[in-house]
Every structure is written in structure tokens, then in C-alpha cells.
């Protein structure tokens, strides 16, 4: 079912809290609704709050202690801000990631993060630096993928199946061999 947005009464945006003591949800809509198998969850807030219960969450680490000592910058905090940036990307059907772009990475933040497949983000290798060849045959060394993706214009999923031998090139640009 897809998500619409629902404008959140006066009373109910007064009885947001901060999510887990430091998650501000400034959206004007309602960010859930319905009930049972019919509540529907924006997929924006979804993405964000499961980032800053990784981060934030005591109860969370206890079963998942990889978390402990990761951080959301400040900005990313507020969800318009994380959603602003989110829109900007392809990432249905994939997860976030922090630590592809940089090695051992434990801040989330629009430089370090990108979309990739559930699967890849569960099993990729880390890697920190990249060789491409550019679409017209110079080699480049890009150690900030994102950047680099928003700079070219590129798709930060086409660039990561790429990367991971998943496709052989994307708008020209293939890996150094």
C-alpha cells in the first residue's frame, strides 16, 4: 500500500518526543497510521529511524554490539533534513550503509553514506578507495563515492552494482582493472 501523506493535528505533533532522546521528527504529516497489518509507515521516517536506533538504542545494542559508538551528524538528526537528502537518491529496495564508502566508518552522515542492496550491505567487502576510467578512458581515484556520484550525476546504486561486478559499467564509467 502506498504511503500518503496525512496532516498531523496541533495535538499530536505537541506529543512527539525525541526519538531515542535525540531523533527530532519535524514532519508536519503523520508518519504512521493505521493499524495491525494495514499501518502504514513513510518510508523516509522508516529509513531514519531505524539509523538512529542503531545509533541511539541501548536495548538494540545489547543484541547487535557492532553498533555501539556509531553516530548520526547533528544535522541528520532532524528528519526533514535526512528525508531532503534521502529524495535525492535511488533507494527503494535498499538499504542504507555507512562503512562501503569508508572503511570501519562509524558516523552517518551524507558523506559517508550510500544505498545498496540488502544483500551486498550484509556481505560487500570494505573498501575505501576506487579506480574507475571515465567514460571517456581517464583514470580517476574517487574516495568519496557519494561526491563523486552527486558531482557526475550518477546513481549511487547503478555505481555500487558496478562497483560490486554487478554490471559492467554505468553512464560510461567502469572500473580500473
Known amino acids: ?29 503523520k508518519v504512521k497510521y493505521g493499524t495491525g497489518k494495514d499501518r502504514i509507515t513513510c ?7 531505524s539509523m538512529i536506533m ?6 538494540y545494542h545489547v543484541k547487535n554490539p557492532t553498533y555501539i559508538g556509531c553516530t548520526v551528524i547533528a544535522e541528520w538528526l532532524v528528519f526533514s533534513v535526512f528525508k531532503e537528502w ?5 533507494w527503494e529496495g535498499l538499504s542504507l550503509d555507512k562503512d562501503l564508502l569508508v572503511q570501519g566508518n562509524k558516523v552517518y552522515s551524507p558523506e ?4 545498496i542492496s540488502h544483500y551486498d550491505n550484509s556481505s560487500a567487502p570494505l573498501i575505501k578507495t576506487y579506480k574507475l576510467i571515465s567514460p571517456r578512458g581517464v ?6 563515492m557519494n561526491e563523486f ?13 558496478m562497483i560490486q561486478g554487478k554490471a559492467k559499467q554505468s553512464k560510461g564509467w567502469r572500473i580500473q582493472k
Open 139 to 144: 583514470g580517476v581515484t574517487v574516495s568519496n
Open 43 to 49: 518510508p523516509y521516517y522508516a529509513r531514519w529511524q
Open 149 to 161: 556520484c552527486k558531482v557526475n550525476n550518477l546513481n549511487q546504486g547503478n555505481m555500487s552494482m
Open 1 to 29: 500500500m502506498e504511503f500518503i501523506e496525512v496532516i498531523a493535528s496541533k495535538s499530536s505533533l505537541a506529543k512527539r518526543v525525541p526519538l531515542f532522546g535525540v531523533g527530532i521528527n519535524d514532519a508536519e504529516y
Open 54 to 59: 542503531r545509533c541511539y538504542s541501548k536495548k
Open 86 to 90: 534521502m529524495e535525492g537518491y535511488q
Open 112 to 115: 559517508t553514506c550510500l544505498f
